[in-house]
């Protein structure tokens, strides 16, 4: 995996799911945005998308609006991770399944059911 | 009587149960603004990096996020962990998953949901993060028109019971449903 250029990456390939409101940052992975800038790794963390390649996991922390169940858009953004991390490892055969996608869910913006 | 609009809709529920919820609508608002803000820093790093400068660029947006960055982990409170999917493991911030149980409440006709507190199995993984949920508390306001409240209850539970079987793939839940409130509709 490209760590270099894959958290901006990785950002588009989130928002880009449908169900997804957007990166919605905690402290912590904005504190590692910043502390990966300062030691010049800037391709690992963006505010909301951390990659650590030492615990080979990609953390994504997301704000999702109505529409498909909760798990069902978790898993879709689970799995484009996955193949934007297929894509860029490619060339390094049996590494790329090994990666863990973690979601946080931040917040859920109605899930369609009230009625008044 | 008080009106449930003017009802508090924080609580702490009980014992060690989950820190006070915001008011829905102005952590929606919060949550849009802080969505916006990170959007931008984004866009604003990429198009510096696009041009070759690969600072740390504090720039006022920078800071600002750091700052929303505390209150938004204020408003979210801390993770809970749900069955995983067949892709990989998941948390939901306590305010997320209030949010789903409300939407259930308030789909019942003539009840308002007013606090939600949960009840949590151990964690598997990370100090802040709370286990998975094996008991829902819900309190609620009820039509003062409502003739059958045991049956209105039922109902809530059931839609509750519903959501997150559905939303979140949680079963064996206790889901208790307080009746705290009657309102005029």
């Known amino acids: 995996m490209t ?20 990166i919605e940052a905690g402290i912590a992975s904005s504190l590692r945005t910043l502390d990966a800038r300062l030691r010049g790794e800037r391709g690992r963390a963006r505010y909301g998308v951390v990659i650590d390649p030492e615990s080979r996991t990609v953390t994504a922390e997301v704000g999702l609006g109505p ?10 953004i689970q799995r484009a991770v996955q193949r934007a991390i297929d894509r860029s490892a490619a060339g390094e055969p049996g590494e790329a399944r090994t990666w863990r996608v973690l979601v946080r869910v931040q917040s859920v913006s109605g899930t369609g059911r009230t009625q008044h | 009587m008080e009106h449930p609009d003017e009802h508090d809709r924080r609580g702490t529920g009980e014992g060690e149960h989950v ?32 041009e070759g400068d690969s600072s740390v660029q504090l720039s006022a947006t920078a800071l600002s996020t750091i700052k929303e960055a505390v209150r938004a982990d204020f408003r979210h ?30 789909s019942v006709p003539g009840v308002i949901a007013l606090r939600t507190a949960f009840d949590h199995g151990l964690p598997e993984g990370g100090h802040r993060v709370r286990g998975v949920p094996h008991r829902v ?24 019971l519903a ?23």
């Open chain 2, 77 to 106: 409170g801390a993770h809970v962990e749900m069955p995983p999917t067949a892709a990989g493991p998941y948390t939901l911030s306590e305010m997320a998953l209030r949010t789903v149980v409300r939407d259930a409440v308030d």
């Open chain 2, 19 to 50: 820190p006070e919820p915001p008011d829905r609508e102005p952590d929606d608002e919060a949550t849009q603004r802080y969505l916006d803000l990170i959007r931008s820093v984004h866009d604003e790093w990429t198009t510096l990096e696009a």
């Open chain 1, 3 to 22: 760590t270099e250029t894959s958290a901006a990456d990785l950002v588009e390939v989130v928002c880009a799911v449908p169900g997804v409101r957007g």
């Open chain 2, 137 to 160: 508390r819900c309190r609620i306001s009820v039509s003062v028109d409502a003739r059958h409240l045991t049956g209105v209850a039922d109902a809530v539970r059931a839609a509750v």
């Open chain 2, 163 to 185: 959501e997150l079987r559905e939303h979140l793939a949680l079963t064996d839940l206790r889901v208790d449903i307080h009746i705290e409130d009657l309102h005029d509709d």
């Open chain 1, 67 to 76: 529409g498909a169940p909760v798990r069902v858009i978790v898993e879709e």
